[in-house]
C-alpha cells in the first residue's frame, strides 16, 4: 500500500506572543513553530497501518526553508520519504485552501495511492478544506472527522474507519480506496520518535522540491465560494396599547410584542425602541428622573 501523509508546520499558539511597541508588530524572536498536532495523529495512524501491511509511507509539506530542522527531526525518521515543497513566505502568509490544494494535488497525482491522509488542519489552519478538493482533484472517496481506523481489508481495497458523530458519538464506517482521509482529535496520541531514530537517519532524507517546479494548473480547483452573511432586517418597534392593563404592557413587551388594539407598529431602529420603552417606564411610575 501507498500511504500518503500532509504535514503542515504551523505556529506554536502555546508560547506568547510579544508586541513589539517601537514596530507594532510581532516580535520575530518569540515566534516559534511546530509540526501540528492532527497531522501527527494522521502520521500515527500510518505507521500503525504500516504494522500490519506492507506499506509505504510518504509525508509532504507544503512551506518553507525554516522547516527542514522540524521535518527532520519530527517526521523523516518515522517515513519512508520525507517531501518539502519549498514556497516563498508572501505566498504562504497569502495562502488559502485552493492554493494549497492545487499545488498539493498536483505533485500527489504523479502517482498513484491507496490512502491519504491529513489532519483536519492540514495546510489551511482549520479550515478543513484542503482534504476534500484534494479529493475532487484526484476524483478520490473524502470522509472527514475520522478519529482512528480500525482495520485495512486489501482484498476488497476497503478500509473501516471510526468516524465522530454529534454529541461525542462514534460511528463505524467502511469506504473504498482509494480515498483521502481527514483525521481530528479524539482517539490516537502521536508518539514522538526516539533519539536513536532521530540520529539514524541519513543527511539526505529529505526531498526539497521548489514550487516552481510544479507545474499545478489552479482551474484544478473550482474556488469555494464566499459564505454571504445574513443581514437581519431591523424588525417593527412597538409601544404597548395605553388601553391595556399593566400586566398586559410589561406580557406584550416580553413576548416579543402584540399588535395594538389602537395605532400601527413604529418602525425604527434601536433608538426609537430605547425611547419607547423610557415612555413606557415612565408611564407606570417604575421609574423616576
Known amino acids: 500500500m501507498n500511504i500518503a501523509v500532509l504535514v503542515c508546520d504551523v505556529i506554536d499558539h502555546s508560547i506568547p506572543l ?76 497569502a495562502m ?20 491519504i491522509l491529513c489532519g483536519v488542519e492540514t495546510s489551511d489552519y482549520g479550515g478543513g478544506i484542503t482534504g476534500p ?57 502521536p508518539k514522538r520518535p526516539l533519539l536513536s531514530k532521530k540520529m539514524s537517519i541519513p543527511a539526505d532524507c529529505l526531498e526539497i522540491i521548489p514550487v516552481d517546479n510544479i507545474q499545478y494548473n489552479s482551474s484544478t480547483s473550482q474556488s469555494i465560494p464566499v459564505m454571504k452573511m445574513h443581514k437581519v432586517k431591523p424588525r417593527g418597534i412597538f409601544i404597548p396599547d395605553s388601553s391595556l392593563s399593566t400586566k398586559d404592557r410589561i406580557k406584550s413587551i416580553m413576548e416579543g410584542g402584540l399588535k395594538k388594539k389602537k395605532g400601527e407598529i413604529i418602525e425604527g431602529g434601536g433608538e426609537n425602541a430605547v425611547k419607547a420603552i423610557i415612555e413606557f417606564v415612565k408611564e407606570i411610575n417604575a421609574i423616576s428622573f
Open 18 to 93: 510579544i508586541n513589539d511597541t517601537m514596530d507594532n508588530s510581532i516580535w520575530n524572536k518569540c515566534i516559534y513553530h511546530k509540526i501540528n498536532n492532527v497531522d501527527l495523529i494522521s502520521l500515527e495512524v500510518a505507521i500503525n497501518i504500516k504494522l500490519h501491511s506492507n506499506s509505504n509511507i510518504t509525508s509532504m509539506t507544503l512551506g518553507s526553508e525554516s522547516s527542514i530542522a522540524r521535518l527532520k527531526m519530527e517526521v523523516a525518521p518515522q517515513t519512508d520519504k520525507t517531501v518539502l515543497i519549498v514556497d516563498n513566505e508572501d505566498n504562504l502568509r
Open 96 to 115: 488559502d485552501s485552493n492554493y494549497a490544494a492545487d499545488i498539493l494535488g498536483t505533485l500527489l497525482g504523479k502517482n498513484e495511492w491507496d490512502l
Open 133 to 189: 478538493i484534494i479529493s475532487k482533484i484526484l476524483n478520490y472517496e473524502f470522509i472527514g472527522g475520522v478519529v482512528d481506523v480500525m482495520s485495512v481489508n486489501t482484498v476488497k481495497n476497503t478500509i473501516c474507519v471510526k468516524r465522530k458523530g454529534e454529541w461525542g458519538k462514534r460511528e463505524i464506517i467502511e469506504v473504498k480506496m482509494p480515498a483521502v482521509i481527514a483525521f481530528t482529535e479524539g482517539e490516537v496520541e
